[in-house]
């Protein structure tokens, strides 16, 4: 019992993790209809600036706060300097031109930090475990993310509902020449929203810093994931974004935990322990394939495309 | 004659002739390794022509072509860990099993249009990489090495590299050939048609949904070739073969050289493949160039270098 | 000319090049990570392998010493190519390094292939051991089984009688807690294999590993890793609960991250920086001299180790090195002085040898250092080496 709400806070944590890396996809997406993989870099940058900025400032929070400046920033330079020129594009130029950014990226990186990585450690307040129900202890740090992200989405959720700037977007998710027809400067709300996409992808990546490391080509793996909960949600949908990457965060997390004693059953430890992780990681995937043959626009399509 | 014609034909031409004469150089120069670069040149430019013929002339966005590496190289890696040697099994296996494969996810993918298509390929490249991934008998994530590379008759010995990398390249020059009759054949007309204007072709009575699938599995089972002639060429096989990246790196190759140009992924492979051996021994950080000269390409240069190699003598592409 | 070009390429089909001259100097390739996470874990075998051609005059029986560095990115592809370009391109005599066993199973077969010694400074997979053993295949670490033995035995005494394995899902992985479980008598609760090198968030490892309510927990990760889950291991509030028990996961290099987390945790090794022998005396200052603010690890002494075996092997052929079969010889006599004292290789070109116990204090300056508590095992051998076919 105890093991089953344990590895469902880290199915919670790791889903509300990746539904602020598909938010930002997911708002690009709908709105520009732009396939940005170059996403991950920004959730690798997150990460970088947030473990120079924490040993510069020597706090952990500040650093946060800093690198996330820094990626908004960043995030807006890319949209004006490169992103820009690639709307009303077609897709395969979106995924070259994006892959490029990718390289470019990583290199940079690699030229700024150095091929060895860095590492954020957490402040000790945050490296405890604390009691959440009688008997059960969970980490105080994932129980921090969960508030962020929860924060983060309810922050979200008030501004695309309730704000002009969240009317203007659901506007441009559903029809794009409407918004510039009602005289809105779209250029800017198309560099605000990427830079709102970055943000949260760096928010993604500084938060992951502690528990993983700070490395060149870490935004690679999650960013396919976060693209999958993306289709799988529906292009432009929060909504769907948030209910999808939920679904892959218990898919991961509950498969690794429970597939290999299930499959220990049929095969030996060794065999079971290979291939426990890797169908859990095929089961996402398998979602996505299924989700798209019977609903070729994600569960909350946005209709427009 | 223009001048056009001129400089890209005397490219070509050097081409396909220096292509055959690497192994005399490198036995000369005493380089061995040039040989083992140029065969990797020579079979991911077979991969890339594969890729080709769907992205470039279909107009089909698979964003999961490594996976027929993959697959091609499983087939002969796991046939040969079982002991199971002779080539005239592994490679017909090898194609078939990645034909099936394309006909499998090429059934279900080509339901879907634009973005959802890049994904659902993409999805099920990552499915046959974690598949492979989690067989622990054939080594899961640590992959496979292949001790025996395949046999056939005598004369044919591929752990000879020269007569491996004249065997490839024969390949290499035969599929090319193949893809070239087949875009110009009729088929090739409605599969072209279906990727400027696919409603007029359905309305003009072709079935564009099955001339598309058996172009995407056609592509699929020549890059399963590739994968066979990979696995042989690195002795190894893992499943790092058919990352996403590796998707990516063959959609760059097609794109550099120049889409839907019988001989544009030669220039594509070579010129990466080149490029990324001699900028990464002058300089660690080549791929900061290369990205963003990506990007421009995208921008600028739809032609890629075969449209570069039209436009340098002055006729428009 | 058509027949001509014919003619030239059937001729050089089928003639063999002739075989090199006399060497000129030694020329060796070093396989290691030198970029990303474990990065720092290449670089100490470098500069600790550095140390060692510094102490030998930069010279080998006379010959100067020429090293080309290849950076594998801790993946098996990688270090399979860079493997084949030092034996094609840059036709060294000998190839060194390799931290990681799935990188050193990819890269035998051309090594062997071509008859170029390969020395595994770190690597130790089972394979190398019993079935693939060969006559140019040799090693200054030990065999991934024997290090987790050492700490099976030791838990034994520490009268443990329940563990929970964690590890890493490679070839090492499997091999360190397959270690543990042939010499420990107790029972053996669970067992959890992680993605590698991906997979850095053990929370739902830790979780079962908690549930489980075993006496002890054993667990494997190098480089960086180590770091995460020692302190995810706090994290879950498992410190001072459950006690840890450990192989090649604290070192000198990440000891720096680990700080307090550490401290107390024991782990087995084979060799440690306190080794009361005049080499590792040399050894230790000198590499703290050399490089300040660094520390010399077991990585580095092994490649060290490695650097003075291929001298002595230089020296003994006096520089000839195209009689394999002397060299190979001279090689195995291992006639050098090894920085954990005595050094013989077994049959199979493993290495027969102690092992410690290594605790984690704060020493007077307060700096995190490892120091040596006991000798676990003596002249301890791989259990694989019955199935080589070298006798």
Same mark, same amino acid.
């Given at each position: ?33 732009? %396939? ?46 490169? &992103?820009?020129? !690639? ?7 979106? %995924? ?87 005289? *809105? ?45 993306? %289709? ?16 892959? =965060? ?56 | ?5 001129? @400089? ?50 279909? =107009? ?17 890696? &796991? ?54 991934? =989690? ?39 035969? *599929? ?12 090739? /007309? ?65 794109? !550099?050289? =120049? ?59 | ?45 470098? +500069? ?97 089984? $024997?290090?987790?033995?050492? /700490? ?7 009268? *443990? ?14 091999? /360190?807690?397959?270690? @543990? ?55 879950? #509030? ?12 604290? +070192? ?5 991250? $680990? ?33 300040? #603010? ?64 290594? +605790? ?32």
């Amino acid at each position: 019992m105890t093991l089953l709400v344990e590895q469902c806070l880290n199915g919670l944590q790791f889903g509300l993790l990746l539904f602020l890396l598909a938010a930002g996809l997911t708002l690009v997406f709908g709105i520009m209809d732009l %396939v940005n993989l170059a996403h991950g870099s920004l959730y690798m940058l997150g990460a970088y600036f947030a473990a120079t900025f924490a040993a510069w400032t020597g706090s952990f929070v500040l650093g946060a706060l800093l690198a996330l400046g820094a990626t908004l920033l960043v995030g807006m330079a890319v949209e004006v300097v490169a &992103m820009r020129r !690639l709307y009303g594009r077609d897709h395969l130029d979106h %995924v070259l031109g994006t892959f490029g950014l990718i390289l470019f990226f990583d290199e940079a990186v690699r030229l700024l930090w150095g091929p060895e990585g860095l590492s954020l450690p957490l402040p000790p307040w945050l490296n405890t475990a604390v009691q959440i129900l009688p008997g059960i202890y969970y980490s105080s740090y994932r129980l921090a993310i969960i508030v962020v992200t929860l924060a983060v989405a309810a922050f979200l959720y008030v501004l695309v509902m309730r704000t002009r700037i969240g009317m203007l977007i659901r506007a441009g998710a559903s029809n794009r020449e409407m918004v510039g027809a009602l005289g *809105v400067n779209i250029k800017l709300l198309y560099t605000l929203i990427f830079g709102l996409g970055a943000a949260l992808a760096g928010l993604a990546g500084l938060m992951q810093a502690p528990i993983l490391t700070v490395q060149i080509g870490m935004g690679e793996n999650i960013l396919i994931l976060a693209f999958v909960i993306t %289709v799988i949600g529906g292009i432009g949908s929060i909504r769907g974004a948030l209910v999808a990457a939920l679904f892959v =965060g218990f898919i991961d997390t509950l498969g690794r935990a429970f597939f290999p004693d299930l499959l220990r059953m049929a095969l030996s430890t060794a065999a079971a322990s290979t291939a426990a992780p890797a169908l859990s990681s095929m089961l996402i995937y398998l979602l996505m394939a299924v989700v798209l043959v019977f609903k070729p626009e994600g569960l909350f399509s946005t209709g427009n495309k | 004659m223009t001048p056009a014609w001129n @400089v890209r034909t005397a490219t070509v031409v050097l081409l396909l002739t220096a292509l055959p004469l690497v192994p005399v150089y490198t036995r000369l120069a005493h380089d061995p390794f040039l040989l083992t670069l140029f065969t990797r040149i020579v079979i991911m430019a077979l991969a890339a022509v594969s890729l080709n013929l769907i992205l470039g002339y279909g =107009g089909m966005m698979s964003f999961g072509h490594a996976a027929y590496l993959g697959i091609g190289g499983y087939a002969v890696g &796991m046939l040969a860990h079982e002991g199971i040697y002779s080539g005239l099994v592994q490679w017909p296996l090898a194609l078939a099993a990645s034909a099936l494969f394309a006909l499998v996810i090429g059934a279900l993918s080509l339901r879907t249009r634009g973005v959802y298509f890049i994904m659902i390929t993409l999805a099920f490249a990552q499915m046959a990489y974690y598949v492979v991934a =989690g067989i622990a008998r054939y080594g899961g994530d640590d992959g496979l090495t292949i001790y025996k590379r395949s046999q056939f008759f005598s004369p044919l010995d591929l752990s000879n590299k020269i007569q491996f990398y004249y065997l490839c390249l024969v390949l290499l020059y035969g *599929v090319t050939y193949l893809v070239w009759r087949l875009v110009n054949s009729r088929f090739g /007309m409605v599969v072209r048609g279906a990727r400027s204007n696919e409603i007029r072709m359905r309305a003009l009575g072709f079935p564009t949904y099955r001339y598309k699938l058996v172009c995407f599995v056609i592509a699929g089972t020549l890059c399963g070739l590739a994968g066979a002639l990979l696995a042989n060429h690195n002795d190894f096989i893992s499943p790092a073969t058919m990352y996403w990246t590796r998707s990516g790196d063959l959609i760059v190759m097609v794109v !550099l050289g =120049g889409m839907a140009s019988p001989l544009g992924p030669w220039f594509g492979a070579l010129v990466l493949l080149v490029l990324e051996e001699a900028l990464s021994s002058i300089t660690e950080y080549w791929q900061i160039i290369l990205g963003p000269l990506l990007l421009l390409i995208v921008l600028f240069a739809r032609g890629g270098i075969d449209g570069l190699l039209r436009t340098i003598g002055g006729k428009r592409a | 000319m058509h027949k001509a070009l014919v003619t030239m390429g059937a001729a050089l089909l089928l003639t063999a090049s002739p075989a090199a001259a006399q060497n000129k100097s030694v020329k060796i390739g070093f396989v290691s990570t030198f970029s990303g996470p474990t990065a720092v874990i290449g670089n100490n075998m470098r +500069d600790s392998f550095e140390l060692a051609l510094d102490h030998l005059g930069r010279k080998m029986g006379g010959l100067p010493v020429e090293v080309i560095y290849e950076d594998d990115q801790q993946k098996p592809d990688v270090g399979k190519q860079k493997t084949d370009k030092l034996i094609e391109s840059d036709h060294v005599d000998f190839i060194v390094g390799y931290i990681w066993s799935n990188v050193l199973l990819a890269s035998i077969k051309p090594a062997v292939d071509s008859k170029t010694f390969l020395i595994t400074a770190n690597a130790g997979p089972h394979e190398i051991a019993g079935e693939l053993c060969s006559p140019y295949i040799f090693s200054t670490s030990w065999q991934n089984d $024997q290090t987790p033995q050492a /700490m099976g035995l030791y838990m034994n005494q520490k009268g *443990v009688k329940s563990v929970f394995l964690i590890g890493p899902n490679y070839a090492a992985g499997k091999d /360190m807690l397959a270690g @543990v479980a042939s010499t420990f008598k107790g029972k053996i609760v669970g067992q959890e294999l992680t993605t590698w090198p991906s997979q850095l968030d053990f929370s739902a490892e830790l979780a079962k590993a908690k549930a489980a309510n075993p006496d002890a927990i054993f667990v494997f990760y190098p480089g960086k890793a180590g770091v995460q889950f020692l302190s995810q291991y706090a994290q879950a #509030g498992l410190k001072g609960k459950i006690p840890l028990y450990t192989a090649f996961t604290i +070192d000198e290099l990440s000891l720096p991250l $680990q700080k307090d987390l550490a401290l107390g945790v024991p782990g087995a090794q084979e060799w440690v920086n306190d080794l009361p022998n005049e080499a590792n005396k040399r050894f230790v200052a000198d590499f703290i001299k050399k490089y300040p #603010g660094k520390k010399p690890s077991f990585y580095g002494a092994q490649s060290y180790d490695a650097a003075m075996l291929i001298a002595s092997a230089v020296t003994a052929v006096k520089g000839d090195l195209s009689d394999k079969e002397a060299v190979r010889k001279a090689l195995e006599r291992a006639d050098f002085k090894s920085v954990r004292g005595k050094f013989r290789f077994g049959n199979n070109h493993i290495p027969i040898q102690d092992f410690y116990l290594q +605790d984690v204090v704060k020493d007077a300056n307060g700096d995190y250092v490892l120091k040596t508590v006991t000798t676990i095992v003596k002249d301890s051998q791989d259990n694989f080496h019955d199935k080589c076919p070298m006798k």
